[in-house]
């Protein structure tokens, strides 16, 4: 089992930044892929960049691409999401995921954290 707690959201304004983190705690999180997603009401939850365990190998989506990039800390068991150039379309609850691929579908994840919102003005 690892158990993730998200930090880091807020309100910002349009052309802001925000950095997100996920902690997890369990298992040996450098054995997971990492995920983050996003939701907004009445959607689905969208994918936005996932890393590898040994944090070699990321994905960003291509709405994101650019503006947002993903790392971790395996020694502290860290992984964090710099939103940069945000957009009043970024506003959203965010997940971050573990799992064991880097995978751009939610499915593909087994462990979710709680979320943490993120609201952009305009």
């Known amino acids: 089992q690892v158990q993730l707690v998200e930090s880091g959201g807020g309100l910002v304004q349009a052309g802001g930044s925000l950095r997100l983190s996920c902690a997890a705690s369990g298992r040996t999180f450098s054995n997971y892929a990492t995920g983050w997603f996003r939701r907004t009401p009445g959607k689905e939850r969208e994918f936005v960049a996932a890393i590898s365990g040994s944090g070699g190998i990321t994905n960003v989506a291509d709405p994101v691409k650019g503006r947002f990039t993903i790392s971790r800390d395996n020694g502290k068991n860290t992984v964090h999401l710099q939103m940069n150039s945000l957009k009043p379309e970024d506003t959203a609850v965010y997940y971050c995921?573990?799992?064991?691929?880097?995978?751009?579908?939610?499915?593909?994840?087994?462990?979710w954290g709680q979320g943490t919102q993120v609201t952009v003005s305009s």
């Open positions: 995921a573990a799992g064991s691929y880097y995978y751009t579908h939610a499915t593909g994840y087994d462990f």
